[in-house]
T-cell receptor
Framework: DTAVSQTPKYLVTQMGNDKSIKCEQN?????MYWYKQDSKKFLKIMFS???????INETVPNRFSPKSPDKAHLNLHINSLELGDSAVYFC?????????????FGQGTRLTVV | KQEVTQIPAALSVPEGENLVLNCSFT??????LQWFRQDPGKGLTSLLL???SQREQTSGRLNASLDKSSGRSTLYIAASQPGDSATYLC???????????WGAGTKLIIKP
């Protein structure tokens, strides 16, 4: 069983479209995250979310929004896609937020905006 | 502001050698440090987690150390194998928020 799963694995879409990436974790974790990995392979946090608090990286455009229907899911919605949004997006989860918080990652979604 | 640096950016060694990957961070106020590997086109696999109160963790041929006061961690790989070829990333969990701050990774190639 996959612990953290993302769909789709690949997404090719045109500029201006709205798209969503889904993420589900079956680990019973309280906190979920979205990370963006750019062309230089550098990972940056976009959002972290548990059932109490959403923390947004202030550099993330408001065209990006996380939606959590329940504790096991954190979907990423992107409006008005731009060429610069092309990247690999990773979902992750962890049980806690302190010293014991080991993060587990999905396989990534490669988004290409044309 | 926490910054994480990994040296070297790339490393190529013959099979069987022992090797060390380095990770440094600027702010010692961390909850933990985690080492990952990323295979081309694949996701991130967690290798080792070291809590801020710990000095090392071991898993098989991997040993990770943490010196919080000096802001350094090393990942030691013993008896390297071609299957160890991947990009190795370290990330620290800052104690000011929930987030992982990442290094840029070390691309490791083990030559048969």
């Amino acid at each position: 069983d996959t612990a953290v799963s993302q769909t789709p694995k690949y997404l090719v879409t045109q500029m201006g479209n709205d798209k969503s990436i889904k993420c589900e974790q079956n680990l019973g974790h309280d906190t979920m995250y979205w990370y963006k990995q750019d062309s230089k392979k550098f990972l940056k946090i976009m959002f972290s979310y548990n059932n109490k608090e959403l923390i947004i990286n202030e550099t993330v455009p408001n065209r990006f929004s996380p939606k959590s229907p329940d504790k096991a899911h954190l979907n990423l919605h992107i409006n008005s896609l731009e060429l610069g949004d092309s990247a690999v997006y990773f979902c992750a989860s962890s049980q806690a937020i302190g010293a014991f918080a080991e993060a587990f990652f999905g396989q990534g979604t490669r988004l290409t905006v044309v | 502001k926490q910054e994480v640096t990994q040296i070297p950016a790339a490393l190529s060694v013959p099979e069987g050698e022992n090797l060390v990957l380095n990770c440094s961070f600027t702010d010692s106020a961390i909850y933990n440090l985690q080492w990952f590997r990323q295979d081309p086109g694949k996701g991130l696999t967690s290798l080792l987690l070291i809590q801020s109160s710990q000095r090392e963790q071991t898993s098989g041929r991997l040993n990770a150390s943490l010196d919080k006061s000096s802001g350094r961690s090393t990942l030691y790989i013993a008896a390297s194998q071609p299957g160890d070829s991947a990009t190795y990333l370290c990330a620290v969990r800052a104690d000011s928020n929930y987030q992982l701050i990442w290094g840029a990774g070390t691309k490791l190639i083990i030559k048969p």
